[in-house]
Every structure is written in C-alpha cells, then in structure tokens.
C-alpha cells in the first residue's frame, strides 16, 4: 500500500484503531480482526475529517474504511442528515446501507436509508421522515428528492463517492457536482475507486483539500486466489458445457455472465431445461423482482445467477464458488470485475471462460495480456475431467 507515494506495509488489527465500544462490538460480530490495506490507511486520516482519494482493487473492504469513521462522526442526537454516501448502482447502494445498519447494529439512535430509482419514491419519502443521520444514494434519485425538497443535504458533513470511476462514467458527473455544490458546510470528501480515471481527478482537483492519497495493488494479500481457466467450445454446446463443469466441480453458488439482456434470458432458459435452479438478472427486470432474486441466491433457493455486468459490481455476495463468462466480455475492467465475485473473503474461487470464435479468443487473449492473469487453456477430456491443452493447439 502506497500513502501520498510512500509505501506503508503496516498490518493493524481494528482493536488498534481507537474505536468506540459499539463499533468494535459491531465488528467483532462480524468475526474481523484484522484491517484490510485500504482500511488501514484510509480509517485514521477519515477520524480526523481528512479528505481521502482511494484506489483498491474490488472486494478489498472500502464500504468499511469510509463507514467506520462515518458511524463514528454520527451524532445521534442530531436528526440531519449528517453523511452522504453516493453509488453508481441500486446494487451497490443497497449493499453499501446494509453494511452500514451493520456497522451501526449497537449505535443507538443512528438511522440509515437509501435512495434509488426503481423503488416507488413515496415509500422513500416515508423513510426519510424517520429523520435518518446517513443516506446512501443513487445520484439521479437523491436529486430528485432534492428536487421535491423531502431531503435536505446542507447540514452533511461527510460525502463519500463510492465507485466513482464507475459513476462519472456512466454520465453522472453532472449530478455529483451540482450535488457537492449544495453541501457548503462539508468537512471531508473521500473518493474511493477501483481506478482512478481523468474525471475522478478533475472532482477531486475541484473539490478536495489537500487529499490523502492512498493506492493498495492487488498483491498476495489482497489479490482474490482464483484459478482460471479458458475452453473452447461450440457455441451451441456452451450451455451444455456449464452444466457439466457445474456437475464436474460440486459448485452449488456460481454466477455466469452474459454481454446482452437477451442472451442472459435465453441462458437462463437454457439451463433450467438442463435441470439447474437459476434465474437471470439484468436492467430491464424489475427492481422488486432483481432484489427477490438476489435474496434467493444468498439463501442458496438457486444455483446458478445468470447476469449481464450490471451484477458485475457492488453485489452484496461473498461465497460464491465459481463464476462462467459464457461470453467472453467486451472490456477489460468487465473481466476483472466479473471473477471478483468469486475468490472473496480469502476463499478459493474459480473462472471459466468460453470460447467459440477467433473474435472472443482474440479478447481473452487481450485480457489476459493487460490483466497479468494466467488464464489456464484446458479442455474437458474423454474422462470428463480437465485437462491441459498444449500451446500448439
């Protein structure tokens, strides 16, 4: 981990952060003892109102080193909106809010909602009646409750831009400014990020003091352990080849990946006449009915998740054993994000992509050059295991 350019490899334990009995006791549920990298170096400069500009690979614990110090500012005396934390996904929003409920399990009088399009605005503007001190939002959404005055944002002292790479580039950089610029009494701004692209430079340029800049790389200790493999197969014999490395595997949590909304429906078909439990989520499915399917996936009702990457990021699941690219994604950052859903929380994770064109070859090959992976080239062999494929080949 690199703070302002100097490499800190400090491990801390949160029981050396300082924190308040009803945190520590909140944590300590949670089974953690140890602080991930980009807590460590985010946690203390947060305590004291710094402003803070992260870049950690994803799965590395950022939602805790923004809401520790987040709770801890809350005072629960005080009914305003005290901190604002803003996300590019209803996905990552509801994540976000359910970690910070966690994190604020012992703190009494500390209210959280979260605000995002898809939800009927009322059933929010009752929420927000319950006077809650740290809203979570979607940019568009919070500023249409701005906009019907049933929040007010003066009084926060805190904003978090959680994803911000993602969230300027899906075009809510007009938002997100004309949003900090109704927050005048703002004491610190943390921008957390998996890359830190020109646009979250500019906001931060604009809108930070002297940020504390912190960049944790994906080393052994916060690289996922996840092996990965290649097949190549027909493009019709791809869904039949899931079901076999699901069968080859045990995997009974797995998350496949499709480019389309249509080709996630379809796949989706196409393994439940094979026999696995699955359902598909993707934009245009109802938020209601993508919120049911999720739950069902972590109560283990499914087996298989099937998702366009609008699942890629900010999706609250931990134990997943294995994720499939039934087609090989379009963008580099698509595939990292992808296989981060599995290898989480130090477990052992595994990835299969593909392949049925010289096109998608061509992509995982690029991939693989600009990730640094070691994708495995394997075939599934007259034993029905895998086995190596030679170079040549």
């Not at 809350?74 to 990552?92: F, K, S």
């Not at 499914?302 to 990021?313: H, K, S, Y």
Request: charged share 30%; net charge neutral.
């Amino acid at each position: 981990m690199e703070i302002n350019g100097e490499i800190v490899n400090d491990v801390i334990r949160y029981d050396q952060l300082n924190l308040s009995p009803e945190v520590m006791r909140a944590i300590d549920k949670k089974g953690y003892v140890e602080a991930t990298p980009v807590q460590t170096g985010a946690i203390p400069y947060f305590m004291q109102w710094k402003d803070v500009i992260a870049k950690a690979p994803t799965g590395t614990g950022k939602t805790f080193a923004f809401g520790i110090p987040m709770v801890e500012h809350i005072d629960p005396e005080n009914n305003d909106v005290q901190a604002l934390v803003l996300a590019p996904t209803r996905e990552l929003a509801i994540q976000i809010q359910e970690e910070l409920r966690d994190l604020c399990a012992f703190k009494e009088g500390v209210r959280t909602v979260c605000l995002y399009g898809g939800q009927p605005i009322e059933k929010q503007i009752t929420q927000l009646k319950k006077q809650p001190q740290i809203v979570v939002a979607t940019p568009g959404r919070l500023m249409d409750h701005m906009k019907r005055r049933t929040v007010r944002v003066d009084k926060v002292l805190t904003v978090v831009l959680d994803e911000a790479d993602r969230m300027l580039d899906m075009g809510f950089v007009r938002d997100v400014t004309r949003i900090l610029d109704q927050i005048k009494n703002r004491k610190n701004l943390g921008m957390f990020s998996a890359t830190i692209s020109r646009e979250v430079l500019d906001i931060s340029w604009v809108y930070q003091r002297d940020p504390v800049e912190i960049t944790v790389r994906a080393d052994e200790r916060t690289k996922p352990d996840i092996t990965q493999y290649r097949l190549d197969v027909d493009r019709n014999a791809k869904a039949d080849t899931v079901t076999r490395l699901l069968e080859l595997g045990g995997y009974d949590h797995a998350i496949a990946f499709c480019n389309t909304k249509n080709m996630t429906d379809r796949l989706a078909g196409l393994l439940r006449m094979r026999g696995v439990s699955c359902e598909a989520i993707h934009g245009d499915i109802q938020q209601r009915v993508r919120e049911k399917t999720l739950q069902k996936f972590r109560e283990g009702q499914m087996r298989v998740l099937v998702a366009t990457d609008v699942a890629a990021r900010g999706l609250d699941i931990d134990d997943v054993d294995a994720v499939f690219n039934y087609d090989v994604p379009d963008e580099n950052e698509y595939y990292i994000h992808r296989i981060g859903r599995t290898g989480r929380a130090k477990r052992h994770g595994v990835a299969f992509s593909l392949v049925s064109s010289i096109t998608e070859a061509i992509r995982l090959d690029d991939i693989r050059k600009h990730t640094g992976n070691t994708i495995n080239h394997v075939r599934l062999g007259a034993d029905g295991q895998l086995e190596s494929v030679p170079e040549k080949e």
